[in-house]
């Protein structure tokens, strides 16, 4: 059975930093791109990051670029996001979503999603 | 930025009714398109991907069309567990956005 679990999310200030944390399980995760999604109280989804499955290719929304940084371990079977200069906005609950793009398919879809991790950043 | 416009943002209907979501893109994407359901409090769950492919364990209730710049979303006889929200996202291009969302709910 797919999982990944979340974790590392909880109140920081502003200008603070956190290191977001996904445990994936039940699939080989070094052949699958990952990505993080968020989506602050009350809001819609908002995605945030892609990792492609060797690590080689990144990519980041505009409003996270050079504040947020992803990052991924085979041998842990996990993903990361460090998140510094945090700042009100940021508030939400992240996300991390497994990305599949099966050669049947004319398109790539996040497939499996974790529960989540709640990130508050208030003074 | 590719931009995702979902029509209507809040639909209320009875169980037994067929809705229609609508969801237009801002440039092409051609059928890079996928559709996910939300209930309050769970993460997202994929419905429909490639546009119109309904993923494995969906209902065939639900069912998804479109190319190019506009997509729907139809559920033909509404059920009481889909009443949530529900959004697309685009897979054409990064930043990979999602619409608004629209929520459906129980008239």
Excluded: H
């Excluded at chain 1, 603070?16 to 791109?33: D, K, V, W």
């Excluded at chain 1, 968020?38 to 945030?48: D, F, S, T």
């Excluded at chain 1, 508030?91 to 004319?106: E, G, H, I, K, N």
């Excluded at chain 2, 009481?80 to 054409?92: I, M, W």
Aim: proline share 4%.
């Amino acid at each position: 059975e797919v999982q990944l679990v979340e974790s590392g999310g909880g109140l920081v200030q502003p200008g603070g930093s956190l290191r977001l944390s996904c445990a994936a399980s039940g699939f080989t995760f070094s052949n699958f791109e990952m990505n993080w999604v968020r989506q602050a109280p009350g809001r819609g989804l908002e995605w945030i990051s892609s990792i492609s499955s060797t690590g080689s290719t990144i990519y980041y929304v505009d409003s996270v670029k050079g504040r947020f940084t992803i990052s991924r371990d085979t041998a842990k079977n996990s993903l990361y996001l460090q998140m510094n200069s945090l700042r009100a906005e940021d508030t939400a609950l992240y996300y991390c979503a497994r990305v599949d793009d099966p050669p049947y398919s004319s398109s790539s879809f996040l497939d499996y999603w974790g529960q989540g991790t709640l990130v508050t950043v208030s003074s | 930025d590719i931009q995702l416009t979902q029509s209507p943002s809040f639909l209320s209907a009875s169980v037994g009714d067929g809705v229609t979501i609508t969801c237009r893109a801002s440039q092409g994407i051609s059928t890079y398109l996928a559709w996910y359901q939300q209930k309050p409090g769970k993460a997202p769950k994929l419905l429909v991907f490639a546009a119109s492919t309904l993923q494995s364990g969906v209902p065939s209730r639900f069912s998804g069309s479109g190319s190019g710049t506009e997509f729907t979303l139809t559920i033909s006889s509404l059920q009481p567990e889909d009443f949530a929200t529900y959004y697309c996202q685009q897979l054409d291009s990064y930043p990979r956005t999602f619409g608004q969302g629209t929520k459906l709910e129980i008239k």
